[in-house]
């Protein structure tokens, strides 16, 4: 075998010096046996170090050269996982690279674009998104799925693991879980996903607050009360709820609803807790879902209505709605009468076939679920929730606008859609006098629609989503944004008339650029606007840039207010229908989901920044102020911001 | 580099031509598709973008480019380059019959004809202009073999007029087989079937004389080869040598470097296949580089040069076989099953003295390509040892192996 080694060694080097030698055009012919190599080193420990140790000759032989990995301060973090997991020969080479920048973090290569700090950085991102890898789960369907690729991955990540800090690998995926469930959506598989890989991190030696925050988050998801740790079993718990004087109940509802405020997670402990409670101790339902005032007003006045809400709704598969009904309760829904007859509409209502096959998974039957319990939790997450309304995989930031926008100010409106597509599997939108039935239009954006969605959006989306989309086939031709005329009908008479746009429909080049940041600045900034205040969330696009500011595309946000920020200054405070808005937009253009005054849910970005990435936007033309008042100096700083990064991809008319 | 050097011009992208090009310290152009001009730019590698497939009457043009860079001769890397480098160097060195010349070799009837007339012995061949024209030569040559109904017919081949080596080349035993041929097949060239001993030559010619005779070994045509071939075959040299300078001297060859393919049949005969005036393919430039320590492309640059002097060409080329170091040999992988889910390289082979290396990765698109004739190949093995028996078995041995599974 240490035979073996050598020869493999010899190769790698006679591959290397090869390309070390070859002069720039004539890299790629040498790279693939550089690569071929590399793989059989990779195979083991051993050779896997030899290759760490030649990793600081890989830019200067041209390892890289001609391809993305060629420039490491171009490289993302959230990539690096899928490369690695790829059969090709795209794996060696991420593999490569990763070895390169552990070397510059620990000093063995001066790099001249990273600094060892931001190597190190880079990397502990690297194996906090890829804990699958760091910690492989050993269940039989992994191994079956494993590879000679993926074995290898897994080594290199065991030898980066060794090679940096558990504990700065554990702070970012503490930070990571903290972004996410601060944000509170309504879909938590994510957020419980890395929740279960950061398990195995505490058995590593690491930071105290660390540990205690992960100990939090796993307790939240497990056994967060007295009673759920000492009874793990569900059963076993149900049985001795029973036996449990007033006061320990009272101390279950606590430790239930402390940990799910802290965390916006639940536990199925607390699902069987409050069912249980549901029907023996009622009056603790105020306490186990955490409710104000607002909560326990509207609870007092439908007692009934809520009990039949749990019973029908609420189990450990729908545990999260736990969070929703509290928090829907607080909002205040249940105190409009007219929405009474709406919600209790949806227990018995009949189903569709197709609907219901969608709504269904095999684990909610075996447990005695109905379709109707599956779409109450859906709906009461998503009255609870409306910011954490999250579009999954789709592409269809559009439909989980409307949904969340519905949801705060278009209840009655919401509520029937999720009847008639429910019952008909069909909904309708009127288009300027026509009637378009989702049911009669082929495609929409999505040609699929990922089911891992919110109940809610599995009815709704795939309906939404053709009505849109045909509603905007019907403006193609009129040379302007269709978005104009699509927003205020589809969303609804919330959204105002007016409507701007940077891009030029006909050059699609970017036109007028100053006129669209003063016309934003005199219809949305408090001080420009003559006062008026943003009444209804208001729809806009919005440039999706990468750290480098390169613009990635074009998404779908809406401006939820706008109001100034603890230390004096305008913010625009946003929901973002990706449910994970904390990402870096490159030119320092950070949002942020906490500290900047953010309720559950919203984003915000000092208001210069937001309307750097912004190409359209609603506004009322009765409600303006003087464009020509507004700062020269705050439309030259948009502008240079917006050139400097999107602006790059369009042409300046 | 001086400026007032006259250049060469490659014609056809190869990274490799480039590059031995380059270490030959002369001055050189690359006329190549124009989706390299990036690359060459930035390379500042002399460039001129050309679109050989498309026949235009625009030539002249491209002449007038070149010779305003000073060119002063072309060099065909690739067979579509062929004619083109007979237009321009007909131009450049004020020759017609040079284009013609070069047309011979880009038409198989044409070349067969002509190799015949020079005495060359060639096999029984036809063009055909349809499928009757098939039929009856399956027809003709089985009775000439007098077969009689219930006897197996002997194969005969079909390939097209102007393909490099085995690109769209069938082999036809039944007469329901040439149905399965299409229509933009034709016309195209028959010919009988010869067994035997299968070998190409590379040739280096220059100023009508043969400076370095390379031959290699077909273990199994468009699978595997090696250089330079073994003992057995090297007998033949003399005569192999005397059918190369025949070929030279009926195709009136000046410059350049010649790949034609004989066979060898059982009463010790040398039949001719056909031949190009190109870069083989089966990586041979590569073998060559590897037994002999020279490089191929730079060996065909010089010869293709008229001022490359005798002094130069002795010093360049080493003597043939007996300074060879070892024994270099290529297999093509190609894969047998539809869908690529994994690459399956023993250890066995990886650890064997003679494997040098191979380029396997498992395709981005991991769906096969349908094969028409010989097909691409997705992957090569070198080996490289002193036995050219060995070399042999291990072709064959691996040749079998499912590397794709």
Known sequence: ?653 | MGTNEKRIALLGWSLQAIEAADKLNKPFVVVGPPDYQEFADKNEITFVPWKFERINEKSDELYRQLDSLNVKTAVPIYEETVEWAGALNARLMNDPRIFNRSLLLRDKGLMKRKAQMAGIRVGVFEEAYSKEDVHRFLKRVNEALIKIDGDLNDPIHVKPLNKAGAVGHRMITESREIDEMEDQEFPCLMESHLDGQEFSCEAFIHDGKVQFLNITEYVQLGHSNFVPASPSLEEWRPMIKDEIEKLVDAFEIKYGVIHPEYFISADGKLHFGEVAARVPGGHIFELIEKAYGFSAFQAQILCSDPDTTEEELRAFFPEEVTSAIGYAASLMVYPKVNVIEKLNVPEKLKNDPYFEKHDMFIPVNSKVAERVGFGNHYGTIFFFGDDSERIRSLLKEYQEYDFYL
């Not at chain 1, 959506?185 to 195995?200: G, W």
């Not at chain 1, 497990?222 to 076993?236: A, G, I, K, M, V």
């Not at chain 1, 480098?548 to 706008?562: D, P, Y």
């Open chain 1, 1 to 653: 075998m240490s035979g073996t080694i050598e020869l493999y060694k010899q190769k790698f080097e006679n591959a290397l010096h090869a390309l070390e030698q070859a002069k720039p055009f004539a890299k790629s012919m040498y790279q693939t046996n550089v690569f071929q190599t590399a793989i059989d080193l990779a195979a083991n420990e051993q050779g896997l170090h030899f290759l760490y140790e030649q990793a600081s000759r890989f830019d200067g032989a041209g390892v890289f050269n001609g391809g993305p990995w060629e420039d490491p301060s171009k490289m993302q973090p959230p990539l690096v996982g899928g490369s690695l997991k790829l059969k090709g020969v795209n794996s060696i080479v991420e593999l490569l690279s990763e070895l390169r920048i552990l070397a510059i973090a620990k000093g063995d290569y001066d790099h001249e674009a990273i600094s060892p700090e931001e190597a190190r950085s880079f990397l502990n991102e690297v194996l906090a998104l890829n804990l699958d890898l760091l910690f492989p789960p050993e269940t039989e369907e992994a191994r079956l799925d494993t590879g000679e690729h993926i074995e290898r991955a897994q080594r290199l990540f065991r030898f980066l693991g060794d090679e940096l800090s558990f504990n700065a690998i554990a702070g970012k995926i503490v930070s990571e879980i903290d972004r996410l469930a601060v944000q509170r959506p309504i879909m938590t598989n994510r957020i419980e996903k890395m929740i279960q890989m950061a398990r195995h991190m505490m058995e590593a030696d690491i930071d105290e607050n660390q540990k205690s925050a992960l100990a939090g988050y796993t307790r939240a998801l497990t056994f967060p009360s007295p009673l759920s740790r000492e009874y793990q079993s569900l059963r076993d718990y149900r049985i001795k709820l029973k036996d449990l004087a007033s006061e320990d109940l009272k101390k279950e509802a606590e430790a239930f609803a402390e940990s799910m405020i802290s965390t916006g997670l639940v536990s199925p402990h607390h699902a069987v807790f409050v069912r249980f409670i549901n029907r023996a101790e009622a009056d603790l339902l105020t306490i186990a879902l955490e409710l104000d005032e607002t909560g326990t007003a509207g609870y007092n006045a439908n007692r009934e209505l809520v009990r039949d809400l749990i019973q029908i709704s609420i189990w450990p598969e729908t545990r999260q709605s736990i969070y929703g009904l509290g928090r829907m309760l607080n909002r205040g829904v249940l105190t409009q009468d007219h929405l009474l007859p709406s919600i209790r509409r949806l227990f018995e209502l009949n189903i569709h076939p197709d609907v219901k096959k969608a709504l269904m998974k095999p684990e909610f039957e075996q447990n005695g679920m109905t379709a109707n319990g599956v779409l109450l939790a859906g709906t009461i997450s998503v009255l609870g929730q409306p910011l954490g309304v999250g579009q999954g995989l789709n592409p269809t930031c559009q439909s989980a606008r409307a949904i969340s926008l519905w949801s705060q100010h278009g209840t009655g409106q919401l509520l029937e859609y999720i009847a008639r597509a429910a019952r008909d599997n069909d909904i309708d939108i009127t288009f300027e006098g026509e009637t378009i039935h989702s049911s009669s239009v082929e495609g929409g954006v999505a040609d699929e629609i990922h089911q891992e969605l919110d109940s809610v959006s599995v009815v709704l989306v795939p309906h939404l989503d053709k009505i849109y989309n045909e509603m905007m086939k019907k403006t193609l031709l009129r040379g302007e944004d269709g978005h104009k005329w699509v927003n205020p009908e589809f969303y609804g008479e919330w959204i105002p008339k007016g409507f701007s746009n940077v891009i030029d429909p006909l050059t699609l080049g970017v036109k007028n650029y100053g006129s669209f940041v003063r016309l934003f600045y005199a219809t949305h900034h408090p001080d420009f606007n003559e006062g008026y205040e943003l009444i209804y969330p208001n729809p806009v696009g919005i440039f999706i840039t990468n750290v480098h500011g390169k613009l990635l595309g074009l998404h779908a946000v809406s401006i939820q207010r706008i109001e100034k920020d603890q230390a004096g200054e305008y913010r625009i405070y946003f929901y973002n229908p990706n449910n994970d808005s904390g990402q870096n937009w490159g030119q320092g253009i950070e949002p942020s989901v906490q500290g900047n005054g953010e309720a559950e849910g919203e984003s915000s970005l000092p208001f210069q920044e937001f309307v750097s990435r912004m190409y359209a936007f609603h506004y009322n033309p009765y409600e303006q102020g003087e464009l020509f008042l507004v700062d020269d100096s705050l439309v030259e700083e948009a502008e240079q911001l917006a050139k400097d990064s999107w602006g790059k991809d369009y042409t300046w008319l």
